[in-house]
């Protein structure tokens, strides 16, 4: 796990540095720190079926993308063309939310309807400990 997470920090520090330094062109090293991002989503979906606490997980991931995206609108915008989007932290809580909606939705806690989406705002209290409850802790 550990040296997975420094590959996957090699290769989004290259992608970052190479944006910097040359621009959006994809050079080999921005070619290498493309494997980051599917590799932080893996380690998201190991780390929500081993986490005692769903919801603290979300706010660490919430927290450091709030820190993180003075330095990415920095590098990645100038002037007022700070529309396009955010950070990958956001991304990942995403997909964090969904994973723990996926998972109380097959456990039956959930009735999952195909004509609207419903989002899980997983700060909640009720909603943590549910999450602890189906996780056994």
């Avoid at 520090?13 to 921005?30: C, E, N």
């Avoid at 081993?50 to 003075?70: H, N, Q, W």
């Avoid at 309807?113 to 009720?126: G, P, Q, T």
């Amino acid at each position: 796990s550990f040296s997975l997470k420094i590959i996957a920090v090699s290769a989004m520090l290259s992608d970052h540095l190479s944006f910097v330094f040359f621009g959006p062109a994809m050079t080999p090293l921005r070619l290498f720190g493309r494997l980051g991002f599917p590799i932080f989503s893996f380690m998201i979906a190991e780390g929500i079926s081993r986490t005692r606490d769903a919801g603290k997980y979300a706010k660490r991931l919430f927290v450091f993308g709030l820190v993180s995206e003075i330095p990415f609108a920095a590098m990645v915008y100038t002037g007022l063309d700070y529309v396009d989007g955010v950070n990958v932290y956001f991304t990942l809580l995403a997909s964090l939310s969904v994973c723990v909606f996926i998972r109380l939705a097959e456990n039956g806690n959930i009735i999952v309807f195909k004509e609207k989406a419903y989002l899980l705002f997983v700060f909640d209290k009720e909603f943590q400990q549910e999450f602890i409850t189906l996780s056994g802790h």
